[in-house]
């Protein structure tokens, strides 16, 4: 019974990290192995039923409770036509921390009471510590930081036409108000993609292909303010503008029938020259669709936001996550055929 016990706590805190770890799993991966840490948790306290329950023991059944009805919420491949409004990624996500600190202190409180010595002892403790500060620290840092996403340059060739009358595209990305080097390294630098021998921003990537199915004009936002090429300084410029509408070049875009707005997410809000952009601008008139791209942040922010500075509804919406550009050719057209619709 105890190798049983060893091989589910190992299983689980080797899933756990792997799932927090996306940067090497992809989504659908990151949803099954999700599923096999909830059915080992099971099984462990099926084992393990008739021991003595403790405080410890009860919040980790609630977090994974909770880790699972979130997941579902959020799921993009095996649920997604499930959803519930309260659950987010930044929720699934903090859930899954506290997961995997529980889990490590109830390891740790095992392992303590079974080793024998104070050398010991106090050697489960400090891999204790480690394994949870490679997850609540390490792992985050390798999402961020050692991620390439290189596109197909080709994609562009197989889009269909779409028209969409008095339309422009707005769009606001980091590399277009960012001094990057030429050999800038995309695997150290977030927000960016490898076209071919181009280095494109998300939001620009979506945006263009955005601007090929329709033939129409796109517009992009440029801020007279120009960010650090160091995404943790760029993340913190970010957050010193919120609120604060810094100087854009003049975009007029209130003639349009349809703006569809193309944004990264910053801080769970609008980057501050969008909303210069739309302060600027009459949207009376004019419909509004918006795609947000993100790395996991919950965009209904964001669209509160718009539609407070606007005073218009946003008619349309699509939320992409970082990781899916590769693959998002088919929902992009499918959420201009909604718009046409």
């Known amino acids: 019974m105890k190798y049983k016990k060893r091989i589910i706590y190992s299983i689980m805190i080797i899933l756990i990290l792997f799932e927090m770890a996306k940067v090497f799993t992809p989504n659908l991966a990151h949803e099954i192995m999700g599923i096999i840490v909830i059915i080992a948790m099971g099984i462990h306290h099926y084992y393990y039923r008739k021991t003595k329950c403790n405080l410890l023991n009860e919040l980790l059944i609630i977090n994974l409770i909770g880790i699972m009805f979130s ?3 959020i799921s993009r491949d095996l649920f997604p036509d ?6 987010s990624y ?9 997961f995997l600190f529980l889990l490590t202190l109830h390891i740790s409180k095992y392992v303590f009471s079974k080793l024998k ?5 106090i050697l489960s403790i400090v891999l204790s510590i480690a394994i949870a500060c490679a997850g609540l ?9 050692f991620k390439t996403i290189i596109v197909d340059p080709l994609i562009r060739d197989t889009l269909p036409s779409i028209e969409l009358k008095d339309t422009t595209i707005v769009c606001f990305t980091r590399r277009n108000n960012t001094s990057f080097d030429e050999n800038v390294d995309l695997t150290s630098t977030a927000s960016l993609l490898q076209e071919g021998d181009q280095v494109l921003g998300t939001s620009e990537y979506i945006a263009t292909i955005v601007q090929n199915i329709t033939s129409s004009r796109l517009v992009m936002i440029q801020s007279e303010f120009t960010y650090s090429s160091s995404y943790s300084k760029t993340c913190t410029e970010a957050k010193k503008e919120i609120g604060t509408s810094p100087a854009i070049e003049p975009i007029n875009t209130s003639d349009s029938s349809l703006v569809i707005l193309v944004i990264p997410l910053w801080w769970s809000t609008l980057p501050g020259p969008v909303e210069t952009y739309l ?4 949207f009376s008139s004019t419909k509004l669709a918006v795609i947000v791209t993100n790395g996991g942040g919950s965009i209904n922010g964001c669209i509160e936001d718009i539609e407070e500075i606007t005073g218009n509804k946003v008619a349309y919406s699509y939320d992409l996550y970082c990781e899916e550009v590769t693959s998002c050719k088919d929902k992009i057209i499918e959420f201009i055929q909604s718009i046409q619709e």
């Open 117 to 121: 010595g104070r050398k010991k002892q």
């Open 71 to 73: 997941g579902i919420s």
């Open 137 to 145: 620290y390490g792992i985050p840092y390798l999402n961020r930081h």
């Open 90 to 98: 930044d929720l699934h996500y903090y859930l899954s921390c506290s």
């Open 82 to 87: 499930f959803s519930i409004s309260i659950f």
């Open 279 to 282: 302060k600027t601008n009459d």
